[in-house]
C-alpha cells in the first residue's frame, strides 16, 4: 500500500515575529514551510521534492524561482547579470561573487528591506544561516566601493532586520530594453 504524501502548507511573510507566531500554530499534521519571499520557499521546495518520494510539491512553488532581468539599472547604477558586471556611470565596479549577489537583491527591488536571512539565502544559496556577520561584511565592503565609486546610491540598514537600497531622487528600476 501506498502512503499518502505529507500535507506542505507553505506560509511567506517576511516578518520574523509572523512566522514564529505560525509556527507556534501549527498543528504538526504536515510539512511546513515558512519563508520570507516565495523565491525562498521555492528553493527549499525543490531541495524538499528531491528528498524522496511521499512528498508533494506544488507545481507553482516547485518551479524555478523568477530569474533577476538581464540588465538592473538604479540611477546610474547598472547590474548586468548575465556577464556578473556592474558599473556606476559607466565604470566598472570591481565586486566579489557575493557582493554582486547582494546588490543584485538590493538593485532589483530599490527601497524593499531585505532581511538578513533573504540576502543570505540569495547570496550563499540555502547553506546555514547562523547569523548576519556574514552578509554585514559584505554590505560593508560594498558600501565602501560604492563610495569609492561617487555613486549617489546607499545601501541603509534598517537595525535589526535588514538593508535596502536607497538613491534618493534618483531611485527608479529601468528594466532592460528587451523586456520593455
Given at each position: 500500500?501506498?502512503?499518502?504524501?505529507?500535507?506542505?502548507?507553505?506560509?511567506?511573510?517576511?516578518?520574523?515575529?509572523?512566522?514564529?507566531?505560525?509556527?507556534?500554530?501549527?498543528?504538526?499534521?504536515?510539512?511546513?514551510v515558512?519563508?520570507?519571499?516565495?523565491?525562498?520557499?521555492?528553493?527549499?521546495?525543490?531541495?524538499?521534492?528531491?528528498?524522496?518520494?511521499?512528498?508533494?510539491?506544488p507545481?507553482?512553488?516547485?518551479?524555478?524561482?523568477?530569474?533577476?532581468?538581464?540588465?538592473?539599472?538604479v540611477g546610474a547604477?547598472?547590474?548586468?547579470v548575465?556577464?556578473?558586471?556592474?558599473?556606476?556611470?559607466?565604470?566598472?565596479?570591481?565586486?566579489?561573487p557575493?557582493?554582486?549577489?547582494?546588490?543584485s537583491?538590493?538593485?532589483?527591488?530599490p527601497g524593499?528591506?531585505?532581511?538578513?536571512?533573504?540576502?543570505?539565502?540569495?547570496?550563499w544559496?540555502?547553506?546555514?544561516?547562523?547569523?548576519?556577520?556574514?552578509?554585514?561584511?559584505?554590505?560593508?565592503?560594498?558600501?565602501?566601493?560604492?563610495?569609492?565609486?561617487?555613486?549617489?546610491?546607499?545601501?541603509r540598514?534598517t537595525?535589526?532586520?535588514?538593508?535596502?537600497?536607497?538613491?534618493?531622487?534618483?531611485?527608479?528600476?529601468v528594466?532592460?530594453?528587451?523586456?520593455?
Amino acid at each position: 500500500m501506498r502512503a499518502e504524501p505529507a500535507p506542505v502548507v507553505v506560509c511567506i511573510t517576511n516578518s520574523p515575529d509572523e512566522r514564529a507566531r505560525i509556527a507556534g500554530q501549527f498543528e504538526g499534521t504536515g510539512i511546513l514551510v515558512l519563508a520570507p519571499d516565495a523565491g525562498a520557499a521555492g528553493t527549499f521546495l525543490r531541495r524538499l521534492a528531491g528528498a524522496g518520494p511521499g512528498v508533494a510539491v506544488p507545481a507553482h512553488l516547485a518551479a524555478s524561482p523568477p530569474t533577476v532581468d538581464d540588465v538592473v539599472r538604479v540611477g546610474a547604477l547598472t547590474l548586468d547579470v548575465p556577464r556578473h558586471e556592474a558599473t556606476w556611470r559607466g565604470a566598472g565596479l570591481p565586486l566579489t561573487p557575493y557582493e554582486f549577489k547582494v546588490l543584485s537583491c538590493l538593485a532589483g527591488r530599490p527601497g524593499q528591506v531585505w532581511t538578513y536571512e533573504q540576502l543570505h539565502e540569495r547570496a550563499w544559496g540555502g547553506t546555514y544561516f547562523a547569523g548576519p556577520a556574514a552578509v554585514q561584511s559584505v554590505i560593508k565592503r560594498l558600501r565602501g566601493k560604492l563610495r569609492a565609486a561617487g555613486a549617489s546610491v546607499t545601501i541603509r540598514a534598517t537595525r535589526g532586520i535588514g538593508f535596502r537600497l536607497d538613491g534618493g531622487p534618483e531611485l527608479a528600476l529601468v528594466r532592460s530594453a528587451a523586456q520593455r
